[in-house]
């Protein structure tokens, strides 16, 4: 890795808390470079909370800190980051409460709920809201209100899109909410129907806890796991993914490392291909963010951890960015399925061609998918 990808690292660590004993020259700091890289990594905000962490320590001198016009640039990002989560957290409430009104219960996917492991939450930067809706009847019945949730959301005024298998789109005064009615992409596998089931379960079983006195549900840490190792992989393989989303496992991690089921989530993660993937997760946490690890059945260890950061920081191939149709969009997933065939050799232990196939083929014969 070159200067700029290990000095964001190592900005990232101090941002987060944990133990940073690195001092660099100021020609190593070439400052446009890294904002650049914290941009597109989705970390901007809190590497300026670490830039201003270090120079109220003594740690980095004047001269050594970005010019003013950089300075005012990446403060001003970081405050539009922190209004930009406020503004979102309010309308997600409010959408609970309406929610919440016809006796529905909001759980929050990733995002809102991870956040609050941050040492400043609002800087965890969050694309949209990521929701299942579910009641549980007097008989202990869970029922997906997946319906429900999009026609409530149509009668206070959002628009609502339906067009998609897995989740709605709904556009509610700015705030775009997947609405969920499966958690995970379930089409032709039935190892993921498995798994789709299995996390329901455990919204359904294992007590969540309210984010801050709002209607917003955190769901367990067994499930937080478990769907953020699929949810990141699912994007790891097609697009790739940002430091942010290593972040948000570190995080996890080490707030949650004594309340999960390790025994039970590495069974999952065998039987879904996911093993490899998340020790690198692991390992890069432990390695570049001096994560300590205390539980001795989390793995640590990984002979990819390298492979797959590098891939971070300086492969991504997203489709997101684009104006393109949805079709486009689809052969840019495909394209990027292929073209990532060390991914499945090394890490997902699968044929790229085989899997690409299947996908194809569940998109035209299997429009609506039961678990």
């Known amino acids: 890795m070159n200067h700029t990808a290990k000095i964001l690292l190592a900005l990232v660590q101090e941002a987060m808390g944990w133990a940073n004993e690195h001092n660099w020259s100021e020609e190593m700091l070439v400052w446009g470079n890294i904002f650049r890289l914290a941009q597109r990594q989705g970390v901007r905000a809190s590497v300026w909370s670490a830039i201003g962490k270090r120079a109220n320590e003594g740690k980095l001198t004047a001269k050594q800190m970005p010019d003013k016009a950089l300075k005012l640039q990446w403060a001003l990002s970081a405050e539009k980051i922190k209004n930009r989560y406020n503004k979102q957290r309010q309308l997600a409430e409010k959408l609970a409460e309406a929610f919440a009104e016809e006796g529905i219960d ?106 801050e006195g709002t209607h917003l549900l955190r769901p367990c840490a067994d499930f937080n796991a478990l769907f953020l190792t699929a949810h990141s992989f699912g994007h790891f393989l097609t697009e790739g993914i940002k430091l942010r989303h290593i972040l948000d496992w570190a995080l996890l991690l080490n707030a949650e490392q004594n309340n999960i089921d390790w025994r039970s989530f590495y069974e999952w993660c065998d039987k879904m291909h996911y093993t490899k993937f998340v020790d690198a997760l692991t390992a890069i946490s432990t390695e570049y963010f001096g994560l300590n690890i205390k539980n001795p059945l989390i793995h640590t260890q990984s002979d990819l951890r390298d492979k797959v950061l590098e891939d971070i920081m300086f492969g991504n191939r997203s489709i997101h960015n684009t104006n393109a149709s949805k079709f486009k969009k689809r052969l840019m997933i495909i394209r990027n399925r292929l073209f990532g065939g060390w991914k499945y050799s090394e890490l997902y232990e699968k044929s790229a061609v085989i899997d690409t196939m299947q996908m194809v083929l569940a998109f035209f014969f299997e429009r609506k998918p039961r678990i």
């Open 106 to 211: 909001t759980y929050v996917l990733k995002g809102l709920a991870i956040s609050g492991y941050y040492p400043i939450p609002e800087y965890r930067e969050c694309g949209d809201l990521d929701c299942y809706l579910s009641t549980t009847k007097a008989s202990g019945e869970f029922v997906c209100r997946y319906d429900d949730g999009n026609e409530i959301a149509a009668k206070i005024g959002a628009k609502v899109d339906i067009g998609f298998y897995k989740h709605s789109h709904i556009n509610y005064k700015g705030l775009m909410v997947e609405n969920h009615a499966f958690c995970t992409a379930i089409r032709g596998s039935r190892d993921r129907k498995a798994l789709e089931r299995h996390l329901q379960h455990l919204l359904a079983t294992k007590p969540s806890e309210p984010i």
